[in-house]
Nanobody
Framework: QVQLVESGGGLVQHGGSLRLSCAAS????????MGWYRQAPGKQRELVAA???????NYADSVKGRFTISRDNPKNTVYLQMNSLKPEDTAVYYC???????????????WGRGIQVTVSS
């Protein structure tokens, strides 16, 4: 079993900042890409940012220049620093990780339960 637990969400004013964390634990041999997605009410889940084990990053156009994804490989943790937050960033944020577990030969994508981020205008 692999668990991903997000933390750091909450309510912030327009222009404020938040830092999300997501720690993976359990049967982990190696983690490849880790990422953050978000889902606003009535909308589909969308990619916010992703980072490979080597540090290559990818961002949605809507967050470029405002959000920064990073990871701590020894801690199996991914972070999302969110600056200059806007009301349209309000959503439930989910982390995911592509994990190779011990005693398997398949990489499986695991998801956290999500954490609410609300930006007031």
């Amino acid at each position: 079993q692999v668990q991903l637990v997000e933390s750091g969400g909450g309510l912030v004013q327009h222009g404020g900042s938040l830092r999300l964390s997501c720690a993976a634990s359990g049967n982990i041999f190696s983690i490849y890409t880790m990422g953050w997605y978000r889902q606003a009410p009535g909308k589909q889940r969308e990619l916010v940012a992703a980072i490979t084990s080597g540090g290559t990053t990818n961002y949605a156009d809507s967050v470029k220049g405002r959000f920064t994804i990073s990871r701590d490989n020894p801690k199996n943790t991914v972070y999302l620093q969110m600056n200059s937050l806007k009301p349209e960033d309000t959503a439930v944020y989910y982390c995911n990780a592509d994990v190779l577990s011990y005693f398997t030969d398949r990489v499986v994508t695991h998801w956290g339960r999500g954490i609410q981020v609300t930006v007031s205008s």
